[in-house]
Protein backbone atom coordinates (compact mmCIF):
# COMPACT_ATOMS: atom_id res chain seq x y z
CA UNK A 1 0.00 0.00 0.00
CA UNK A 2 1.31 3.60 -1.13
CA UNK A 3 2.39 6.29 1.27
CA UNK A 4 -0.31 8.79 1.97
CA UNK A 5 1.99 11.50 3.70
CA UNK A 6 0.77 14.12 0.30
CA UNK A 7 -3.05 13.51 0.63
CA UNK A 8 -3.68 16.59 2.60
CA UNK A 9 -1.16 18.69 1.74
CA UNK A 10 -1.69 22.15 0.25
CA UNK A 11 -0.37 22.97 -2.95
CA UNK A 12 -0.54 26.12 -4.45
CA UNK A 13 -0.34 27.37 -7.95
CA UNK A 14 1.01 30.33 -9.83
CA UNK A 15 -2.18 31.53 -12.51
CA UNK A 16 -1.16 33.82 -14.87
CA UNK A 17 -3.96 34.85 -17.62
CA UNK A 18 -6.25 32.14 -16.38
CA UNK A 19 -3.57 29.25 -17.40
CA UNK A 20 -1.64 27.39 -14.12
CA UNK A 21 1.87 28.25 -14.70
CA UNK A 22 3.43 26.28 -11.67
CA UNK A 23 2.52 24.46 -8.80
CA UNK A 24 4.28 23.70 -5.51
CA UNK A 25 3.49 22.89 -2.12
CA UNK A 26 5.50 25.86 -1.06
CA UNK A 27 3.53 29.46 -1.01
CA UNK A 28 6.92 31.41 -0.18
CA UNK A 29 8.45 29.68 -3.53
CA UNK A 30 4.98 30.01 -5.25
CA UNK A 31 4.76 34.28 -4.46
CA UNK A 32 8.22 34.25 -5.58
CA UNK A 33 7.27 32.64 -9.01
CA UNK A 34 4.41 34.76 -9.56
CA UNK A 35 6.52 37.86 -8.73
CA UNK A 36 8.40 37.01 -12.53
CA UNK A 37 4.99 37.13 -14.32
CA UNK A 38 3.24 40.16 -14.91
CA UNK A 39 0.02 39.48 -13.29
CA UNK A 40 0.77 36.39 -11.53
CA UNK A 41 -1.37 35.42 -8.92
CA UNK A 42 -1.00 32.67 -5.97
CA UNK A 43 -4.01 30.19 -5.34
CA UNK A 44 -4.62 27.00 -3.62
CA UNK A 45 -4.89 23.95 -6.18
CA UNK A 46 -8.19 23.42 -6.98
CA UNK A 47 -9.67 26.46 -6.00
CA UNK A 48 -11.08 28.62 -9.08
CA UNK A 49 -10.82 32.29 -8.53
CA UNK A 50 -12.41 34.99 -11.21
CA UNK A 51 -9.68 36.79 -13.54
CA UNK A 52 -9.40 40.25 -11.35
CA UNK A 53 -9.71 39.05 -8.22
CA UNK A 54 -7.30 38.40 -5.31
Known amino acids: M ?3 CSKNKT ?3 VVVNGRVV ?3 PS ?3 AESI ?3 YE ?3 VRE ?3 A ?3 GTS
Do not use: L
Request: hydrophobic share 10%; proline share 4%.
Open 2 to 4: GCG
Open 27 to 29: KPS
Open 49 to 51: QQA
Open 34 to 36: AKR
Open 45 to 47: KGK
Open 11 to 13: QYE
Open 22 to 24: YSN
Open 39 to 41: GGQ
